[in-house]
């Protein structure tokens, strides 16, 4: 029997991980082969249109994996772009994998053993944390691996698999509500297809081998306060659209989001503290990161717990905090600092004086938002405190 098998990779920013991906398929086409008539194609789809994606695709022709690539136009975020690389596909069963996911050489064989007579095969794998010394299985039973496909679960207590990446589908269960209701905000597509699939009721087959490895970055966008917030109301929106939910279910999962959006906000703040000494802890100094880029003079957005932390930190280095900007200026008291906002009268004469304003808000998108209105009045550098932490681990 031949197995017709296509891994969709979308590409954000990502043409530096071509060569690792095609090797690591290559591996795993040499072993499932010794067991299983195969065939294997690479469909990779790049979402970020600024990126000229340079790769002499012809020289794999002789490792007899066929090699796709879409460029998308615009920026039309993971869901759609997963979308449009299936729609691309040619094999009976679909993977998807991140950019940065790894999967190990034994991957397809053993789950193409497992999906015999299955719609789909769900595997076991680790959660690799960003100092990789700390690790742990994504599933500690094979009842919890069972349990994390059904309804129940899914809606009541949340998405335990950690990534498409352990899955293979048949790209004939992959619901049309999927394929045809894109979520532009990432996060959610994966529960979003969970969900449809558990309705439709999927087959599926179990490996408990642990095959894939999630790389934790701490800049994930599960831990993305707003963006993952918008990306679960966009599901449900189209879960109730097309008629999914029951009141029942309907109900539970607003009330899930509602209770997510806290932990989610704690996740983010412990998230940076545990980078945050884990530098501290190797004599890493966060001033390394301005003196290398040579951003002496700094101002700070945001004075929050996390914003007063960083001024104590950074200012007994040798970098000089100017000020800091703060929507709440005229309520917050810091001895040895002035504290203004963007709506200050002479505020394009502040930023004149600074080589960088880092932001220490937690959520990307208000970085984002916020790194708009400071170059609409002043073109100069702004950086995320996550950003500095994360480029020095």
């Known amino acids: 029997m031949l197995f017709t098998i296509s891994i969709i990779i979308p590409l954000y920013k990502g043409g530096k991980y071509i060569p690792s991906l095609i090797k690591m398929a290559k591996e795993n086409k040499k072993m499932a082969r010794k067991y299983f008539e195969i065939s294997l194609e690479l469909v990779f789809v790049n979402d970020f249109p600024e990126e000229r994606i340079i790769y002499n695709f012809l020289q794999e022709k002789e490792s007899e994996i066929d090699i796709k690539l879409i460029e998308n136009k615009d920026n039309l975020g993971i869901h759609r772009s997963r979308v449009n690389g299936m729609n691309c596909a040619k094999g009976e069963y679909i993977i998807f994998l991140d950019q940065d996911d790894y999967i190990k050489k034994e991957y397809l064989c053993e789950q193409i053993k497992y999906i015999c007579g299955k719609d789909a095969v769900l595997c076991n794998g680790i959660k690799e944390y960003f100092c990789q010394s700390r690790k742990r299985m994504?599933?500690?039973?094979?009842?919890?691996?069972?349990?994390?496909?059904?309804?129940?679960?899914?809606?009541?207590?949340?998405?335990?698999?950690?990534?498409?990446?352990?899955?293979?589908?048949?790209?004939?269960?992959?619901?049309?509500?999927?394929?045809?209701?894109?979520?532009?905000?990432?996060?959610?597509?994966?529960?979003?297809?969970?969900?449809?699939?558990?309705?439709?009721?999927?087959?599926?087959?179990?490996?408990?081998?642990?095959?894939?490895?999630?790389?934790?970055?701490?800049?994930?966008?599960?831990?993305?306060?707003?963006?993952?917030?918008?990306?679960?109301?966009?599901?449900?929106?189209?879960?109730?659209?097309?008629?999914?939910?029951?009141?029942?279910?309907?109900?539970?999962?607003?009330?899930?989001?509602?209770?997510?959006?806290?932990?989610?906000?704690?996740?983010?703040?412990?998230?940076?503290?545990?980078?945050?000494?884990?530098?501290?802890?190797?004599?890493?100094?966060?001033?390394?990161?301005?003196?290398?880029?040579?951003?002496?003079?700094?101002?700070?957005?945001?004075?929050?717990?996390?914003?007063?932390?960083?001024?104590?930190?950074?200012?007994?280095?040798?970098?000089?905090?100017?000020?800091?900007?703060?929507?709440?200026?005229?309520?917050?008291?810091?001895?040895?600092i002035k504290i203004i906002t963007l709506e200050c009268e002479l505020i394009k004469e502040y930023l004149a004086q600074v080589d960088v304003v880092v932001v220490t808000v937690t959520d990307g998108f208000l970085v984002n938002e916020i790194e708009r209105e400071i170059k609409q009045l002043k073109d100069i550098p702004v950086v995320s405190l996550n950003e500095v932490i994360t480029s020095l681990l």
């Open 138 to 336: 994504i599933f500690m039973s094979y009842q919890a691996q069972i349990e994390s496909v059904k309804m129940d679960t899914l809606i009541n207590k949340g998405n335990y698999i950690i990534s498409p990446g352990q899955m293979m589908i048949k790209k004939s269960c992959i619901p049309s509500i999927w394929t045809n209701n894109w979520i532009l905000s990432n996060g959610a597509d994966d529960l979003f297809l969970w969900i449809l699939m558990a309705q439709n009721e999927i087959s599926y087959g179990f490996c408990t081998s642990l095959l894939y490895v999630h790389r934790s970055h701490g800049d994930n966008v599960s831990n993305d306060y707003v963006t993952m917030t918008n990306s679960l109301l966009e599901m449900v929106k189209y879960l109730s659209d097309n008629k999914v939910l029951n009141e029942k279910y309907k109900l539970a999962l607003n009330n899930r989001i509602y209770n997510e959006k806290k932990e989610i906000r704690i996740n983010e703040l412990n998230d940076i503290y545990d980078k945050w000494l884990y530098l501290k802890i190797n004599g890493i100094n966060l001033a390394s990161y301005f003196e290398k880029k040579k951003f002496f003079n700094i101002a700070i957005y945001g004075m929050g717990q996390l914003g007063c932390r960083f001024y104590e930190d950074i200012s007994s280095q040798n970098i000089r905090v100017l000020y800091a900007i703060d929507k709440n200026a005229d309520a917050i008291f810091i001895c040895g």
